[in-house]
């Protein structure tokens, strides 16, 4: 936390600026061709907290901005800029654990041209969040700070190809409550498209670099100091497709992913490669109710892009080699409306695969049928059911099935709704791992009398890949919100359980398409959680804000060395009372953390504040 | 001075008192200096429109919030205003229909608030009636607002199907179309007529392409109309008017105004499809001024066509904008007994008030 001194002085330098921004404002209503407009709350609270043994307070200064306007006209340039300071206590989970600041701006160029542009620039310091794990809805409680610039520019001259071209810089450090270390991210990313349309053909073409340089200080797990890596990748891709008779199009896709990844912890880690991959399609309706498709694909190695995209948060990770990885494959796919409710889909398709030396060719047959249903006494059902038969050079591998089920219906006074699906032995992005997954999500509501209604919801899903008994994920959860008139009660209840990666940002599971073996051992960490929470919150005559909240979250992770516990507590309650164009702030927040990794210090912190804010319109 | 300020905050950290009295300075501070420097900007009204017989229109004012009812703030209020703000004004989000009552008050229906707002233009009070979170008889979209003799207020709501009826201080006091277990009679009620004098109640209801003639205790006794083009026929018939023995019926879908007697007879109409001054394109408010004059508003052409009996074209006023005189999607008409023509700019989110001088208010004058 910042001392007192340097609190008070950051809150004056703040308010002094606010100020000074506001005494001499007519004249910058419209100073020459620029025109603005200022609106914001300056506040002043007292806040108090205790740390274990020791205990604190002050009184400061909080304020926010949001500055808009233009110059000479708002298609030639347009900003927005909205300043913050220790306004987090409003409006964050972890209340006023920290006095977060920060600034969010853009600035927009040209929007009325053929080339218009854009300026972006974000910061937040001292921020809190949370770690996050799957299926859980509670995490470990985390604070740090981030900060972006972007730039984006486009061209759109009629006739001409367009073009747009974006660079952005993003990066971040956070730390858990609790632990000393950090962990950092930074990222650079460089995106060019263009798309153009000659003579009928849609032409488009792209280019994007990324490049993400981490730092993790992994808690969970058994590394000694933090693992460093960097990573890079190129993206190429070039589309052409035209219409074809018959309602239809046809078209050609190509793309090429390269990549390097290296990593640094007791050992230092390298990796690159490249992937290229080509498409072709077609797309035709012969007959009203009949649509076919066809289309042919290559790849020469269809892992070479899975290290970034794999998480979707774009963490470089490392994987096993599997050496030459070739795929060919041709399919074929026709749907048909049999009835006004029914539709037909059949498939079939052959794929050759080469990897780790050996030659896999598979033929799959597939079919399913979508059925939709609408009855005033049995509500409305659609459901769909499939089967997929694989056959390989060894003989037929078994079948695999899909299915899902959609139902809603209104039932004495309560409205159901549930979706459920399932797959079985579905053929993953390598023939010989298929996935087996099971899907649901249940609803129903309930009108109780005037303004008072009852939600509740149960859903889940489970997935894995069927080779490798016991890595399968899941995850669960059950909520509830009762609502009577202004008061809303809503609490819920989850667990999860499965293999994830550790990023900065938190766990992530890993896909169930890609079998785990791919993935390098110690990269892999065991995860079982179960959260739950209650919040009441009420608004009284449009003026009164209380909201109170308690969540809970225990943890446990396993990577292949160290066994590592989680408990997270958590306390938090609001008010606001808004008179006139002042509001009256105060706040309660309750921390308790506990890891038990070596080092790692129990953290049981209370903090609370009460003030007041009056907002602004400046000018 | 705010360097000055703070250091005197830095040095006196532990004492409140000075710290207090730098902190209410500076945040009354800016709210005095932007009062002191704000300007209004005042739209400069249109011109009188000159018709015939040194008859005019004058435009007279235009009002949309609760702010434009106060009268002079006194010292106190200004203070309370800089240093807490000014409250919250409410004012109209989608006015729709218009009434003035006997004693000079605007009732204006807002489908986007959910409510009614009573401007009273003479004692410079206002008023919001909304019924929203009301258990029983809610009112969820008030449609159109007529008034009997004893100023009693009277709402369609199109969403509910019923008649809500509430006295002149905006107390409610009955529903009129309620079904048991709280269904409304109505399919979708909007022009609402109240004829005091014969104890009768007009209501169309927009699709069941009929108009319903009620007693006041909301029994029906005969209905008007069905679909169609003809005579006495309509198609999503909306607003209505009673003046005289007439009964006058928007029939929004086939571009016109039907003028029929009090027992549902056909007696002519005004207005046909089309694009050109005289003709209809979306009808909404209609009203009658004191020499007869039949004054139809145009949704979608923003403007305001005046008719004479025969249905002749006499002028117009209006075009689409957001100037004084202009109108985005105008929607409700009313003609009080001053000749003063309040319509409803609804997109614009205001009431313009015009004042037609005829003949007989220019004799008036010159008697006087």
Redesign the interface.
């Known amino acids: 936390m910042l001392s007192r001194l340097e609190r008070v002085h950051n809150s004056c330098c703040i308010l002094a600026g606010l100020l000074l921004l506001t005494l001499p404002s007519v004249a910058q209503m419209e100073v020459g061709d620029a025109k603005m407009n200022l609106n914001g709350n300056i506040g002043f609270n007292y806040a108090g907290g205790m740390n274990g043994e020791s205990s604190d307070h002050s009184l400061g200064f909080s304020g926010n901005g949001n500055l808009t306007g233009n110059y000479y006209n708002p298609n030639f340039l347009n900003f927005n800029v909205q300043p913050f300071y220790n306004r987090e206590q409003t409006d964050s989970l972890f209340g006023s654990l920290t006095n977060t600041g920060g600034v969010t701006s853009n600035v927009n160029l040209f929007s009325g041209s053929h080339f218009p542009g854009s300026i972006s620039y974000n910061k937040l310091i001292n921020s809190t969040g949370q770690f996050g794990v799957p299926g859980s809805g509670v995490g470990l409680a985390e604070h740090g700070n981030t900060q972006g610039f972007g730039v984006g520019w486009s061209e759109g001259v009629p006739d001409w190809p367009m073009l747009m071209a974006s660079y952005a810089i993003n990066s971040g450090s956070n730390s858990i409550y609790g632990l000393q270390d950090k962990s950092t991210d930074s990222s650079h990313t460089f995106n060019l498209l263009s798309t153009y349309e000659l003579r009928g053909y849609r032409l488009t073409g792209g280019y994007t670099h990324r490049n993400v340089d981490d730092s993790i200080s992994n808690p969970l797990g058994s590394d000694e100091g933090p693992i460093r890596s960097n990573s890079s990748s190129n993206y190429y891709q070039a589309n052409v497709s035209h219409s074809f008779p018959m309602s239809g199009a046809y078209g050609v896709s190509w793309n090429r992913v390269s990549y390097d990844y290296g990593s640094q912890d007791s050992a230092s880690l390298s990796n690159s490669g490249a992937s290229d991959n080509v498409n072709g399609t077609l797309v035709f309706t012969p007959m009203r109710k009949m649509n076919l498709a066809f289309d042919a694909n290559y790849t020469d190695n269809l892992l070479g892009n899975v290290p970034q995209p794999i998480l979707g948060s774009g963490t470089a990770i490392n994987v096993t080699s599997l050496g030459t990885f070739r795929s060919f494959l041709v399919g074929a796919d026709a749907n048909y409306q049999l009835l006004k409710n029914l539709n037909v889909h059949a498939d079939v398709n052959h794929q050759q695969q080469e990897f780790l030396g050996q030659s896999y060719g598979a033929t799959q047959f597939g079919g399913s049928a979508n059925y939709n249903f609408e009855h005033k006494l049995f509500g409305h059902l659609s459901f769909s059911v499939g089967v997929v038969d694989t056959a390989n050079q060894y003989g037929n591998t078994g079948l695999g099935f899909v299915g899902t089920l959609n139902y809603a219906r209104k039932v004495v006074g309560w409205e159901v709704d549930a979706n459920v699906s399932y797959a079985q032995n579905v053929a993953t992005q390598m023939l010989i791992y298929t996935t087996s997954s099971f899907n649901y999500i249940t609803n129903a509501r309930r009108r109780l009398g005037a303004r008072t209604y009852f939600m509740a919801g149960v859903s889940g899903e489970h997935s894995g890949i069927s080779a490798n008994t016991g890595s399968s994920n899941s995850a669960e959860r059950i909520s509830s919100v009762f609502i009577y008139h202004a008061y809303n009660l809503n609490g819920f209840y989850s667990k999860s359980h499965g293999e994830a990666i550790f990023t900065p940002t938190g766990l992530v599971a890993v896909p169930t398409t890609l079998p785990t073996s791919i993935f390098l051992p110690n990269s892999l960490i065991a995860y079982d959680s179960k959260g739950w929470g209650l919040n009441a919150s009420t608004l009284i005559r449009r003026k009164l804000t209380i909201s109170m909240g308690y969540a809970s979250y225990n943890g446990s992770t396993v990577d292949p060395l160290l066994s590592t516990f989680t408990k997270t507590e958590l306390i938090n309650g609001i008010m606001q009372y808004r008179l006139r164009k002042i509001f009256l702030n105060a706040g309660y927040t309750r921390l308790k953390q506990r890891i038990s990794t070596p080092g790692a210090i129990p953290v049981n912190v209370t903090t609370y504040y009460i003030g007041f804010s009056r907002w602004f319109n400046f000018f | 001075m ?2 000055l300020l ?1 250091s005197v ?2 040095r006196k ?1 532990l004492c ?1 008192g000075p ?1 207090l009295a730098c ?1 209410v300075f ?2 009354v ?3 005095w ?2 009062k002191l ?2 300007e209004k900007t005042i739209d400069p009204p249109p011109p009188d429109i000159l018709l015939e017989g040194g008859r005019k229109l004058h435009y007279e004012r235009s009002f949309s919030s609760e702010r434009e009812m106060e009268g002079k703030r006194g010292f106190w209020t200004k203070l309370v205003d800089v240093i ?5 004004h409410p004012q109209l989000v989608r006015p729709y229909s218009i009434a003035v009552d006997s004693r000079g008050r605007a009732i204006v229906t807002d489908p986007g608030a959910n409510g009614i707002h009573i401007f009273d233009l003479e004692q410079h009070k206002y008023k919001f009636i909304e019924r929203r ?4 008889d809610p009112m969820r979209s008030p449609q159109c607002v007529a008034l009997d003799a004893q100023d009693n207020i009277y709402v369609t709501d199109s969403e509910s199907g019923k008649i809500l009826v509430f006295d002149p201080s905006g107390k409610f006091r009955r529903t009129i179309g309620s079904l048991k277990g709280g269904e409304g009679f109505f399919k979708r009620p909007t022009g609402i007529a109240v004829d005091s004098a014969a104890q009768r109640i007009y209501i169309t209801d927009t699709l069941r392409d009929k108009i319903f003639i009620l007693d006041m205790d909301g029994s029906v006794l005969q209905t008007i109309g069905q679909r169609g083009t003809g005579q006495v026929e309509f198609n999503l018939p909306t607003e209505l008017l009673v003046r005289d023995q007439n009964l006058f019926v928007v029939d929004a879908m086939n571009f016109r105004v039907q003028f029929l007697n009090r027992s549902g007879a056909f007696q002519t109409s005004v207005g046909n499809l089309g694009d050109s001054t005289g003709t209809m394109f979306r009808p909404k408010g209609i009203g009658i001024d004191s020499e007869g004059h039949l004054y139809v508003v145009d949704g979608l052409w923003g403007v305001v066509q005046v008719f004479d009996q025969e249905g002749r074209l006499l002028y117009y006023f209006g075009s689409r904008g957001t100037k004084s005189g202009e109108f985005q999607l105008p929607a409700g008409l009313f003609i009080d007994r001053e000749d003063r023509v309040f319509v409803v700019d609804s997109y614009n989110r205001r009431v313009q008030v015009f004042r037609y001088f005829g003949l007989s208010r220019q004799a008036a004058g010159e008697r006087r």
């Open positions: 705010v360097q703070l905050a830095e950290f409140i710290r902190i500076l945040l501070t800016p709210s200096a932007v420097h704000r807490a703000g000014e409250p919250d979170d009301k258990d029983k």
